[in-house]
């Protein structure tokens, strides 16, 4: 009768051992936040001059909160890209605006049905409607190939700090939309980089003043990131990452380079900044109207409409055999020069257009506010008011006894190398 009691006992605790744990969680269930979240569309459909802009308004919820909730959102959309994330701040109950747009529409684009969604992903996975839309450009305002921006990187390089710094150009005939400045947030054309790839997890490479330099055909932007390369590196870099810019070519947003970075010059030896290629494999191509000397994808040398010019230069790298293109500045840099390995080119082609000056004798000078590289009264190179990429430059000079600053297409050339 004992054990009976005692059994009766243990089933009775038990059970109110459940009905405790079920009381606690419906308890906690209902003093957890609810988020949700809305979002529209203007206009939702959209006919007229492109590219287009869509606006897309929303709301996030936040209903039981007992205490302040941070919220952390992006937006996403039909063609895969999406937004960084963002955070805000709930410190009682209720809703917050939330906004975005969506500038596309061109001669590639000319019609597109697509939506935006808001997407919490912290503290909870919540997801809003698809806020759906219609494109169709029409009307003699669409731009046509011709008239379209085309962003590119140009340069890449590493400062003195061996910080990744990028130069973007826009190599198209038409400006980029006022919209992308007035509307979007600077990121929405921003460059974006990985490293050895992978998604580097820093800022993106953006200066909005500067940036706003690619708004006319042919105009470039420097921007220079905090992402620090050690030893040598495969870094890539992506203008327009999330597409919001209507582009004439959307395939060349992309570059990657090996950037290393070296120690401190030891020694009074000089800090050099090279690029190696093949001189075997290096050819003449014309793109995009402009005829480039190149190596496989590697870019090296730009000639506008001068395909003679370019021809010549090539002539000359195969002749000297010359296997690294060297730089003082990058990007835009104040000084460049030629290596065949480590060593200065050697001897003379037929033709060459050179002058000559004695490096023994050959110093920098500041004359009329311009440092200047000069060799008696013979003004060689000019710096601007760079006066340590001068001295550097003069070092590197007298390190490979250069003799000779040699030229195609004078005046104005488009290739200058030095040589003994």
């Given amino acids: 009768m004992e054990k009976k009691i005692r059994k009766n006992l243990g ?3 038990f059970g109110i051992v459940i009905v405790f744990f079920a009381l606690t969680a419906a308890a906690a269930q209902q003093t957890m936040p609810k988020i949700t979240a809305t979002l529209t569309a203007n206009p939702a459909s959209y006919s007229g001059t492109c590219p287009a802009v869509i606006t897309f308004k929303g709301r996030i919820t936040v209903t039981n909160l007992q205490q302040p909730l941070k919220v952390q959102y992006k937006f996403i959309r039909s063609d895969g890209a999406h937004a960084p994330i963002e955070t805000i701040i709930f410190d009682k109950p209720g809703a917050k605006e939330v906004s975005t747009t969506w500038t596309l529409g061109g001669a590639q684009l000319p019609s597109y049905n697509g939506w935006e969604a808001i997407k919490v992903v912290y503290p909870q996975d919540v997801e809003s409607n698809k806020a759906g839309f219609k494109m169709q450009c029409r009307g003699e305002g669409q731009p046509g190939p011709g008239r379209l921006p085309d962003l590119v990187i140009d340069d890449m390089a590493l400062d003195k700090n061996c910080q990744v710094m990028v130069r973007v150009k826009n190599i198209g005939t038409g400006p980029v939309p006022d919209q992308v400045w007035t509307v979007h947030k600077p990121e929405s054309a921003a460059v974006y980089l990985s490293v050895d790839g992978k998604g580097w997890g820093g800022e993106t490479i953006w200066k909005f003043d500067a940036a706003k330099a690619l708004k006319a055909p042919g105009g470039t932007a420097v921007m220079t990131s905090t992402l620090r390369v050690t030893g040598t590196q495969s870094v890539t870099a992506t203008v327009d990452h999330t597409k919001q810019v209507v582009e004439s070519n959307d395939a060349n947003n992309a570059r990657t380079e090996r950037l290393t970075c070296q120690a401190a010059p030891q020694g009074g030896a000089v800090k050099e900044d ?32 001068k395909k003679d010019e370019a021809d010549r230069s090539l002539a000359i790298i195969k002749h000297y055999k010359m296997n690294r293109s060297c730089f003082v500045g990058r990007p835009d840099p104040s000084f460049q020069y030629m290596l065949v390995s480590n060593q200065a080119p050697t001897g003379a082609i037929a033709g060459e257009d050179c002058v000559s000056f004695n490096p023994a004798t050959a110093t920098v000078a500041n004359i009329q506010n311009d440092w200047k590289i000069v060799d008696g009264n013979h003004w060689m190179f000019s710096f601007g008011n760079k006066e340590a990429e001068a001295r550097e430059s003069l070092a590197i000079i007298k390190q490979y006894g250069f003799t000779r600053s040699c030229f195609v297409g004078r005046p104005g050339p488009s290739f200058k190398y030095l040589r003994k």
């Avoid at 190696?276 to 290096?282: K, L, R, V």
């Avoid at 109207?289 to 590697?298: E, L």
């Fill in 11 to 13: 089933v009775v605790a």
């Fill in 274 to 305: 090279c690029v190696s290629f093949n001189p075997a494999t290096a050819t003449v191509a014309n793109i995009q109207n402009d005829w480039k000397i190149v190596d496989g994808n590697h870019w090296m040398f730009s000639f506008g409409q």
